[in-house]
């Protein structure tokens, strides 16, 4: 028994000391295509239904920015999602797993999103305008909580994508790789920003009504969110398996209970110039998705 043990312990050994390979440019790219999609997701989201709300729907400007924002108020659970993919390995895999689940269940939310803005459009449409009644309250509230979930779908996502790619990476690439994936939402929020801008100029030349705007809306919140969806897919797709150097770097593995929620907060809170980041990524990234609705 102890034999076999020591052998087990040997061929584990001789595992992790195997050197992996090195990602390569094109993988880079490929990865890319997941921070590509996100930022297509940013700009529908942002671009397009903050304006339909407030210039086809007549929902008031600062309506439209709370709801819409609550998103970004539910950051905070990135935490939690980092230190459950250190911990709890899903599909055998400690990363693809969570960023497959979290992109199918952002793509279907945001589509959800936008039967629940048609819900509300239509109470004020009823009532011909912006009132607060029991109606506006419950849709309201309602389109609120269909974004906090969406903010958390993307959380549970991106946060063990971006922990994948530092378990693929070693320093002296690291930084290429970070460089050519956001560069690659950079191409993902051109892209989206331009197809909106074709889809709203297109309605708006043939002066369309409120049921072919929500048709082209609606379908258009579909097909982009399902296309996202595969290009996860196909970004992610077998590189943990082949570069994660994971096991060979951590302390945690097989001992789960190493890293709790609330040691890792205590991480975040352990210098006060931590905290001051913090709060500054947090202000700058309310102020950067609001601006749009604060324009209208």
Not at 28 to 44: E, H, K, N, S
Not at 140 to 161: D, E, H, R, W
Request: proline share 2%; charged share 15%.
């Amino acid at each position: 028994m102890e034999t076999s043990d020591l052998n087990n312990s040997q061929l584990s050994q001789s595992i992790k000391d195997k050197p992996l390979p090195k990602i390569n440019l094109l993988t880079m790219f490929r990865l890319g295509l997941f921070q590509m999609g996100l930022g297509i997701l940013a700009v529908l989201t942002l671009g397009v239904l903050n304006r339909v709300m407030i210039a086809e729907l007549a929902i008031p400007a600062t309506i439209t920015a709370a709801t819409l924002a609550v998103a970004q108020f539910v950051a905070p659970a990135r935490i939690w999602f980092g230190q459950r993919s250190d911990a709890k390995p899903l599909f055998n895999h400690h990363r693809t797993g969570y960023v497959w689940i979290g992109a199918a269940c952002f793509t279907l939310i945001l589509s959800l999103a936008v039967q629940v803005i048609w819900q509300l459009g239509s109470v004020v449409q009823a009532a011909g305008g912006w009132v607060w009644t029991t109606q506006t309250y419950g849709w309201t509230a309602v389109l609120a909580l269909v974004m906090a979930l969406y903010g958390i779908a993307v959380c549970s996502s991106s946060t063990p994508f971006f922990t994948l790619l530092v378990d693929i990476s070693d320093e002296d690439n690291r930084g290429k790789l970070i460089g050519i994936v956001w560069s690659m939402m950079t191409v993902g929020i051109a892209l989206g920003g331009i197809s909106s801008k074709i889809l709203l100029r297109r309605l708006e030349n043939i002066d369309a009504s409120i049921e072919v705007l929500r048709s082209s809306i609606s379908w258009l919140f579909i097909v982009v969110p399902a296309i996202v969806f595969g290009l996860a897919l196909v970004a992610t797709f077998g590189v943990e398996k082949k570069y994660s150097r994971y096991t060979s770097r951590s302390i945690i593995v097989d001992r789960e209970d190493q890293i709790t929620l609330g040691r890792a907060l205590k991480i975040l809170t352990a210098s006060r110039q931590t905290g001051l980041f913090f709060t500054f990524l947090v202000v700058m990234s309310i102020s950067l998705f609001m601006q749009e609705a604060v324009q209208q």
